[in-house]
Every structure is written in C-alpha cells, then in structure tokens.
C-alpha cells in the first residue's frame, strides 16, 4: 500500500503516554516514505513500525519531530540529508531492518541531536567493533540498543578510532569498505543461524538477553516519562 494523502489523513493521530502527538502508520506494507509533508509537521513522533520501507530518505522538511519508528522494516540505506529534513530527532528505533555495513551509518553522524538509537537485529549490529564505531562515529548518542553509552566506552572508541578531523587508519577504513567481518552474537553456531535467517525474512525478536537489558533500564528508571518510554518501546518491539 503506498502512503497516499488519504492513508496520512486517514491515519490516527493522538497524545501518546509521552504527551507527545503521534502519528501512526503502522503495518500498512508500505514500501517508501512519501506524501508526508501532508502532516504539516504537528507531530512529535511518526510510526512507520511494520512496513516495507527500504530507504530512510525523501522526508521532507519537519522541525517538530524528534522521534521516528520504524522497526521491523526492510530499510538497507539512511540517507546522508536525514538530518536536514529532522534537525531535532532524538530517537530513532531501526530494530530489525537490514542495515548491513558499519558505512551505512555515516548518514547519522550529522544527527547532532539524536540521543537514543535502536539498531538490534540488523546485520550491521553483528560487525565487529559495531558498538564502539556507532558510539564514535555518533556522539550524541547516549542510549544504545537500549543500553547506556559509558565514559569508558567513548574513551575506547576515541582510541581505536581517533577524531573526526583525524580518523585512524581503522576509522577510515569501516567508514568506506563494506566487507567487514561480521561475528556471531548467539550463544551457539545454530541460534546464530536461526538469528540470521530471521533477519533476512524481518521476523528478528528480541533475545532474552536484549530483553532483560529493557527491563533492567525500567527497575533503575528514575521518572515516570522514563518509565512510560521504556515500557512503549518493549511493547513495540515484541508487537
């Protein structure tokens, strides 16, 4: 189904326990984002959970936003302009699309503002050294496949990869080449299989692992909004 102006009219769009307004337009299949200028940039957060989307591209211009759903998608491409289009995003939740390569996040390095990222079950989230180079090549990021940025994990990836102005030979290579070695995250050479599969069909769930790290972010809450964002974004990903 395409996104037409009457599936965006059409399309509920309401306070959300955040107290944000929220448009959703979740599990229509679409395949790309269009037509969503239509919105008139009233909204704080955009669910396009469940589609077919395959390019994070052609949003058009919305100061407003700060958080974009799309998990479980087919999305392999972020395009370098996003953050011209959504300066003020802060989150957004990419869980179980098929974001392949380390490079293909170059695009949100721009995305000064974005402080909450999802990337679990995408085949780039199995590359080695993944979780310093996203933290490096995104500073702003302080929440990470639902687990807290450490000081420690920043000093590391200044280490193992330098400074924008001067990146290590590493840095530079992760940020151009695109064959490099992924690793498995499941405990045996099957789970890894069956993990893999998942990916490739946009069926990947949470682990038990991923989701004890959820939960445990909810015991240390420390406000309300905090708790209700949390507990969204569970609900969300095992939807």
């Not at 037409?4 to 309401?14: C, E, F, G, K, M």
């Not at 396009?48 to 479980?72: E, F, G, K, S, V």
């Given at each position: 189904?395409?996104?037409?102006?009457?599936?965006?009219?059409?399309?509920?769009?309401?306070?959300?326990?955040l107290k944000d307004r929220?448009?959703?337009?979740?599990?229509?299949?679409?395949?790309?984002?269009?037509?969503?200028?239509?919105?008139?940039?009233?909204?704080?957060?955009?669910?396009?959970?469940?589609?077919?989307?395959?390019?994070?591209?052609?949003?058009?211009?919305?100061?407003?936003?700060?958080?974009?759903?799309?998990?479980?998608?087919?999305?392999?491409?972020?395009?370098?302009?996003?953050?011209?289009?959504?300066?003020?995003?802060?989150?957004?939740?990419?869980?179980?699309?098929?974001i392949q390569?380390?490079?293909?996040?170059?695009?949100?390095?721009?995305?000064?503002?974005?402080?909450?990222?999802?990337?679990?079950?995408?085949?780039?989230?199995?590359?080695?050294?993944?979780?310093?180079?996203?933290?490096?090549?995104?500073?702003?990021?302080?929440?990470?496949?639902?687990?807290?940025?450490?000081?420690?994990?920043?000093?590391?990836?200044?280490?193992?990869?330098?400074?924008?102005?001067?990146?290590?030979?590493?840095?530079?290579?992760?940020?151009?080449?695109?064959?490099?070695?992924?690793?498995?995250?499941?405990?045996?050479?099957?789970?890894?299989?069956?993990?893999?599969?998942?990916?490739?069909?946009?069926?990947?769930?949470?682990?038990?692992?991923?989701?004890?790290?959820?939960?445990?972010?909810?015991?240390?809450?420390?406000?309300?909004?905090?708790?209700?964002?949390?507990?969204?974004?569970?609900?969300?990903?095992?939807?």
């Open positions: 189904m395409k996104l037409t102006v009457d599936l965006i009219n059409a399309s509920p769009s309401y306070i959300n326990p929220e448009l959703s337009l979740r599990g229509h299949r679409i395949p790309m984002i269009e037509n969503l200028g239509v919105s008139k940039d009233l909204n704080d957060t955009i669910d396009l959970t469940d589609n077919d989307i395959t390019t994070l591209t052609n949003l058009p211009r919305l100061i407003r936003l700060r958080r974009l759903l799309l998990a479980r998608n087919k999305i392999t491409h972020i395009a370098p302009t996003l953050t011209s289009s959504v300066p003020n995003l802060t989150t957004l939740i990419l869980t179980s699309n098929s390569n380390l490079a293909d996040l170059n695009g949100l390095g721009a995305c000064r503002r974005l402080t909450y990222l999802s990337l679990l079950g995408n085949p780039v989230a199995r590359k080695e050294h993944y979780r310093l180079f996203v933290i490096w090549r995104i500073p702003s990021v302080r929440i990470l496949d639902f687990e807290k940025v450490r000081q420690a994990e920043r000093e590391q990836a200044a280490k193992l990869f330098g400074t924008t102005d001067e990146p290590t030979e590493l840095a530079t290579k992760l940020s151009t080449v695109s064959n490099v070695r992924t690793f498995d995250v499941g405990s045996s050479s099957s789970s890894s299989t069956s993990q893999s599969a998942s990916a490739r069909n946009g069926t990947v769930k949470l682990t038990a692992a991923e989701r004890e790290r959820i939960v445990e972010q909810l015991r240390n809450a420390k406000s309300l909004a905090e708790i209700e964002r949390l507990e969204q974004t569970l609900r969300r990903l095992e939807g």
